[in-house]
């Protein structure tokens, strides 16, 4: 079992930044790659970013691309998303969630831990 929280959402005026966090508690070392899906009210969940948790190796969204950074702690057991450049767009619940084997997706089906979301929300 994995168990995962985010914090670090909350109101934020367009062009601003936030810093997502999540800590992962539990088996971490099975992880094998952890990951940001956000849903916005009425929409599907999607992915926004992911990073391999033993590697360097990261993914993202093309919305995500150039304004996102995933990054992760190993010591911390701790994912990070900053996020710049903030649009009303990026709206959503923000979630955490952590894949078990490999490869790497980007399909919220393949992630079996998830976190219980933390709220983004940006005014324009």
């Known amino acids: 079992q994995v168990q995962l929280v985010e914090s670090g959402g909350g109101l934020v005026q367009a062009g601003g930044s936030l810093r997502l966090s999540c800590v992962a508690s539990?088996?971490?070392?099975?992880?094998?790659?952890m990951g940001w899906f956000r849903q916005a009210p009425g929409k599907e969940r999607e992915f926004v970013a992911a990073?391999?948790?033993?590697?360097?190796?990261?993914y993202y969204a093309d919305s995500a691309k150039g304004r996102f950074t995933i990054s992760r702690d190993n010591a911390k057991n701790t994912m990070y998303l900053q996020m710049n450049s903030l649009e009303p767009e990026d709206t959503a619940v923000y979630y955490c969630?952590?894949?078990?084997?490999?490869?790497?997706?980007?399909?919220?089906?393949?992630?079996?831990?998830w976190g219980q979301g933390t709220q983004v929300t940006v005014s324009s």
């Open positions: 539990g088996r971490t070392f099975s992880s094998f790659v």
């Open positions: 990073i391999k948790w033993g590697y360097s190796n990261t």
């Open positions: 969630a952590s894949r078990t084997t490999p490869p790497a997706s980007m399909s919220p089906a393949d992630y079996g831990y």
